[in-house]
Nanobody, 127 residues
Framework: QVQLVESGGGLVQPGGSLRLSCAVS????????IGWFRQAPGKEREGISC????????TVVGSVKGRFTISRDKGKNVIYLQMNNAKPEDTAVYYC????????????????????WGRGPQVTVSS
């Protein structure tokens, strides 16, 4: 079983940058990809990015495309979500997720592929 721990949330000013981390531990051979999701107040959880463990192929979708990047450090088993040019609408709780059947494709990561969610770090974009 794989355990994920997100970190790096906080307050950032509009136009600023923040980096979220997703530390992977446990049976790291049993997962194929990590997805990043977020949930803003009063809104449904949405998928924003994902990355495949095998080759690092990645997808960033929607309103964060061009501002957020996803990367991995295989040696440290950490997946990063770099947030640049932050906007107030990026304010949300952010989550990383995986399961043994999950692969990252070109499509928006689907939150319904996952059933158990951690607490996730709060990101607030405000001046």
């Amino acid at each position: 079983q794989v355990q994920l721990v997100e970190s790096g949330g906080g307050l950032v000013q509009p136009g600023g940058s923040l980096r979220l981390s997703c530390a992977v531990s446990g049976s790291t051979l049993s997962f194929h990809a990590i997805g990043w999701f977020r949930q803003a107040p009063g809104k449904e959880r949405e998928g924003i990015s994902c990355i495949n463990s095998s080759d690092g192929s990645a997808t960033v979708v929607g309103s964060v495309k061009g501002r957020f990047t996803i990367s991995r450090d295989k040696g440290k088993n950490v997946i990063y979500l770099q947030m640049n040019n932050a906007k107030p609408e990026d304010t949300a709780v952010y989550y990383c997720e995986t399961n043994p059947e999950y692969y990252c494709s070109d499509a928006e990561p689907d939150a319904t592929d996952f059933t158990s969610w951690g607490r996730g770090p709060q990101v607030t974009v405000s001046s």
